[in-house]
């Protein structure tokens, strides 16, 4: 997808990694105009291919839509946080790269649980009949509800292991060891322009380009058996604007009840055995996301995989503390970098640990979302942040502007990799390691950080800086690079050169 460029100031803000509104307010509506772009291309693929589409499937997809529409006329803002939400960026994804089938129409079903999370959202009286796959009513960015609360385990199938009703085709992550960089993977899409109206989008999107990154880390992991469980169904009826949420494998039985608890905030609550709300972080709107399908892709991040933590392993209590403390410490050393972290992320995915060391992750498709095994603490937690984000938000802007043409094959050498990687990988890692010299550089000499905080900047800073300004070097010699993609490294460099070396480097 190739957008106008950005304004130049938010252009070099975007380079020197130092959050601006500008740059901020460029990535944010550049992700949502990809968004719109991908339920457009969903919309034309169902169409074109109706014929193979279940009928039952088909029907409950025109009346999904036609309920986010309405959702998205009573209350714009409230469906945008729906579709902007990460998970429903990695449904897209994953819709849109698997083939015509029983996987495919499940994956169609999804958009019954995001018109009713929108419309529950806008306050949007409810009267319908909806499928909950794997027996969980998932409501993206809001929480899910049980069918079968009392015979269901807290949170179904694990969905990173390919078991559960959404696995996901070739949707990839990149993991790495805390701080080691590692490129993410573009899914293409090849949408049609078609007059029709999209939710929350302008009518005629402009259709994007490949985008892939040469090397994905994630091997596809197929779908689910289509001789699967069928879908049980639940029945959504609004009563003095509480919606009630029955099974049909228990009549009568109301398993939660859902409002809308803000009309300003969308912010929706749930009651009764079958709920199972996302729980919040501190001192912000991010949500510790142990819930969602497509939290995870099927197969897991990184090698060896890590897999999507469930939540009866998931100590919220423990992530809140040290998303907290993570928080104070980049306030106390960077203002800016704190507030871009909490506007910015807005779910914090726990992955099932393996091994002593802790991994971060982000998938380029959902912007918004970090993935992670269980922190060693607050400095750990704060660099990964900090490090993911920067991954996140090249991935979009990458998206929107090519700062490197795809299919190359050169590999080269850098200082945090064992391995050679492809010029999607050195950018990447430049990118992110140069965000955490910057914060290295500032915990140094701020007033107020722990003394453990700024001597381990200070050893950090000094291992990193060097690699940075090598594979600084390697992209402004590469002939990869896009004419954006060049200038953004200048401009990188400048910010490199003007960080210097430490004291304890220089001797």
Known sequence: MIAAPPRPEAFAALATTRPAPAGASFLRHGAHARRMLLLKALLVRVRRHRADVAPEILRGFRTAWRLLETAERAAPASARAVLDYPTTGAWLAAALTEP?????DRHLTRLELVAVTAALRAGRPLDLEVGAPGGVLSLPGVGSVLVNPEG???AGPVPGSGAGPY??????AHAHPARDAHPGAYTDAHPDPSP?????GNPNPTPSGPTVDPTPTVDPTPTVNPTATPTPTVHLTSRSHVVRVRADSAPGATVALLRREDARTGAVAGTGPGWRGLRALPGGAARLEDLDPYRVPPGGVGTPARVAAERPDVD???????WRAAGELLRRTDRERAAEVGH??????PLRPQGPRSVGATLSVAPGAVLMTPSAGPYDMAETLVHELHHSKLSTLHELVPLYRPGRAALYRVGWRTDARPVAGVFQGAYAHLALADLWRRARDAPGVPGAWS?????????????VGEALAMLLESDELTNEGREFARQMRQ???????SPTARG
């Open 100 to 104: 015509l089938g029983p996987a495919f």
């Open 152 to 154: 269901a385990a807290d």
């Open 167 to 172: 696995a996901a085709r070739g949707t990839h």
């Open 196 to 200: 029709d109206r999209t939710p929350g």
């Open 316 to 322: 919220h209590a423990t992530w809140a503390g040290h």
């Open 344 to 349: 910015t992320v807005g779910a914090l995915v």
């Open 455 to 467: 001597a381990r900047a200070v050893q950090q800073f000094d291992h990193v800086h060097d690699q």
């Open 495 to 501: 910010l490199h050169a003007s960080l210097g070396a």
